[in-house]
């Protein structure tokens, strides 16, 4: 993949020249216009293609901030391969193995950290104890996927509109896991200070509660929740998120 270069630098470039020739008092004003005008542009529910489809090299460069800031730690970005992106499965989510503790627990960390950013809350006390199977983890070590552009679940992948979890691991179909998808949230959260599922729910299929249950996540009441929804459970409002690793 050729050198990645972001189509935000040459509008960056050419502010950056136009406050040279600004009086100081009035630079704070004239960036304030240049995001009002960015703010309206049309990008929709959706985060641009051109932005988003990073190489392994510009992808943890935006990966490593967050998590020296908010987990304490650089990740051996040795250990992950970003998977090639496919179609709008394109923005990158990593599991660095590094984010598991000594007993072999990391969910609870995630989430710490999401209810330090913003207001959270789950149904259950304890995830790492009730959340006991993802189709992928980072306790076998670090590892990295791509999922799509959309911030809202059915505003994508409409390979799973109407598809319980149980129809989503029939038709072998890899979707997101809670892990990832609280990842997910910490991310966009981070990029864009935008939240993930404001009128939806995404559906975590590729996670099982030790009932079997299946857990989802939106931003619903002004908070982020992680909750429940049945294995055959289907609903309009709630999709899966396929992802590519």
């Given at each position: 993949?050729?050198?990645?270069?972001d189509?935000?630098?040459?509008?960056?470039?050419?502010?950056?020249?136009?406050?040279?020739?600004?009086?100081?008092?009035k630079?704070?004003?004239v960036?304030?216009?240049a995001?009002?005008?960015?703010?309206?542009?049309?990008?929709?529910?959706?985060?641009?293609?051109?932005?988003?489809?990073?190489?392994?090299?510009?992808?943890?460069?935006?990966?490593?901030?967050?998590?020296?800031?908010?987990?304490?730690?650089?990740?051996?970005?040795?250990?992950?391969?970003?998977?090639?992106?496919?179609?709008?499965?394109?923005l990158?989510?990593?599991?660095p193995?590094?984010?598991?503790?000594?007993?072999?627990?990391?969910?609870?960390?995630?989430?710490?950290?999401?209810?330090e950013?913003?207001?959270?809350?789950?149904?259950?006390?304890?995830?790492?104890?009730?959340?006991?199977?993802?189709?992928?983890?980072?306790?076998?070590?670090?590892?990295?996927?791509?999922?799509?552009?959309?911030?809202?679940?059915?505003?994508g992948?409409?390979?799973?509109?109407?598809?319980?979890?149980?129809?989503?691991?029939q038709?072998?179909?890899?979707?997101?896991?809670?892990?990832?998808?609280?990842?997910?949230?910490?991310?966009?959260?981070?990029?864009?200070?935008?939240?993930?599922?404001?009128?939806?729910?995404?559906?975590?299929?590729?996670?099982?509660?030790?009932?079997?249950?299946?857990?989802?996540a939106?931003?619903y009441?002004?908070?982020?929740?992680?909750?429940?929804?049945?294995?055959?459970?289907?609903?309009?409002?709630?999709?899966?998120?396929?992802?590519?690793?």
């Amino acid at each position: 993949m050729g050198a990645y270069r972001d189509p935000n630098e040459p509008h960056i470039e050419r502010l950056m020249a136009t406050l040279q020739n600004v009086a100081p008092e009035k630079r704070e004003e004239v960036i304030a216009q240049a995001m009002a005008r960015l703010e309206d542009l049309p990008f929709g529910g959706q985060i641009q293609n051109q932005v988003m489809i990073l190489d392994d090299e510009r992808a943890f460069e935006l990966w490593r901030p967050i998590f020296l800031e908010l987990f304490g730690f650089t990740p051996d970005f040795s250990l992950i391969k970003l998977p090639q992106a496919q179609g709008n499965l394109v923005l990158p989510i990593l599991m660095p193995g590094e984010l598991v503790d000594s007993k072999g627990k990391f969910m609870e960390r995630i989430f710490g950290i999401c209810k330090e950013l913003f207001p959270s809350r789950k149904y259950a006390s304890n995830i790492d104890k009730s959340v006991t199977h993802n189709d992928r983890t980072p306790q076998n070590g670090s590892y990295a996927v791509r999922v799509g552009n959309h911030l809202e679940a059915t505003d994508g992948d409409e390979i799973l509109k109407g598809l319980s979890a149980n129809a989503i691991r029939q038709k072998n179909i890899a979707t997101i896991t809670l892990p990832e998808r609280m990842m997910f949230e910490i991310y966009i959260y981070k990029t864009t200070g935008r939240h993930l599922d404001n009128r939806d729910w995404t559906l975590c299929s590729g996670s099982r509660y030790s009932d079997g249950n299946v857990p989802f996540a939106c931003w619903y009441g002004g908070e982020f929740y992680v909750g429940w929804y049945g294995p055959q459970h289907v609903h309009g409002d709630l999709r899966s998120r396929v992802v590519v690793s």
